[in-house]
Every structure is written in C-alpha cells, then in structure tokens.
C-alpha cells in the first residue's frame, strides 16, 4: 500500500523543519511534499511547470496550508482548489501563525476542513501536529477520489 502524501505550503524554513520534524517525532512517515509559495502549489495541485509530468489523479491526503505565502497567498490557493473538479474535496487544513480572525472567516468561507493557529512552543506544536496526522491520516474518511469522464 502506497504512503497517502501530505502536501506542505509553507515559505519559512523553520515553519518547514519544525512541521517535518513533529511529523516523525510522532511516527507519521507519510511522503511529505513541500513546496514554498502559492504558485508552487498550484502548478504541483494543477500538474503545471515543473510538476508538469505528475499524474494529476495522484492527490495528498491533506493540505497544510499556510496564508501568508509569497507569490499566491493561501487563500487564493484554497479559492483555486475548491473552484476545480478534481481538488474541490482534498482536505485542506490551515497552518499559520495568524492571529486575525478575518483570516480565519476567510478560509472557512472558502472551504478550509480545519484551522490551526502554529503554536509558538515546539512541544505544544508537536502535539498539534499528532493531532492533526492521527484525525486526518487515520480516523477521517476522506472522500473517494474523483475522476472526471471525458465527453
């Protein structure tokens, strides 16, 4: 049985080290696949630029999703996903160190699944992240995956 991929979006190379290592702290080995802005995301989600010769039927589990992203915010890339087919259904959890609560009406009027505030002591952001793996790799029932039929 292939790993299910988590898909990280997330521009700070400590926000990335920190999420990847509570990740194995907790024996969560999924494939993880970081890209670092919102562009980057779209063109690996969209099969597009370098991620051109990916199968765009093979989704990640989840998306850890920050906001405050360079080039396409993350807000943007949920609108993106939630407006296509194929994507609309992936679960998408935002993980940001945001405080505003427009941002959290925001990605819950787009369709954000979760939102989790990036807690600031390492052992309580472990722990969030164990959370997050142990809900929505183990416990939820993601949707099936959804093929389009061609005319």
Same mark, same amino acid.
């Given at each position: 049985?292939?790993?299910? /991929? $988590? %898909? @990280?979006?997330?521009?700070? +190379?400590?926000?990335?080290? !920190?999420?990847?290592?509570?990740?194995?702290?907790? #024996?969560?080995?999924?494939?993880?696949?970081?890209?670092?802005?919102?562009?980057?995301?779209?063109?690996?989600?969209?099969?597009?630029?370098?991620?051109?010769?990916?199968?765009?039927?093979?989704?990640?589990? /989840? $998306? %850890? @999703?920050?906001?405050?992203? +360079?080039?396409?915010?993350? !807000?943007?890339?949920?609108?993106?996903?939630?407006? #296509?087919?194929?994507?609309?259904?992936?679960?998408?959890?935002?993980?940001?160190?945001?405080?505003?609560?427009?941002?959290?009406?925001?990605?819950?009027?787009?369709?954000?699944?979760?939102?989790?505030?990036?807690?600031?002591?390492?052992?309580?952001?472990?722990?969030?992240?164990?959370? !997050?793996?142990?809900?929505?790799?183990?416990?939820?029932?993601?949707?099936?995956?959804?093929?389009?039929?061609?005319?």
């Amino acid at each position: 049985m292939e790993k299910k /991929i $988590i %898909l @990280l979006v997330e521009d700070s +190379p400590d926000d990335e080290y !920190l999420t990847i290592q509570a990740l194995q702290d907790n #024996n969560i080995s999924n494939k993880i696949i970081v890209v670092h802005d919102g562009y980057e995301a779209m063109e690996y989600l969209f099969c597009s630029g370098k991620y051109v010769e990916r199968d765009i039927y093979d989704l990640p589990e /989840i $998306i %850890l @999703l920050d906001i405050n992203l +360079p080039k396409k915010n993350g !807000l943007e890339v949920l609108k993106k996903i939630r407006e #296509n087919e194929i994507t609309e259904l992936l679960p998408v959890i935002i993980l940001t160190s945001s405080k505003e609560e427009q941002d959290m009406y925001l990605g819950y009027k787009l369709g954000a699944n979760s939102y989790v505030r990036k807690p600031v002591d390492f052992e309580q952001f472990s722990n969030a992240i164990k959370q !997050l793996g142990l809900y929505w790799l183990v416990i939820n029932e993601a949707p099936p995956k959804k093929r389009i039929k061609s005319d």
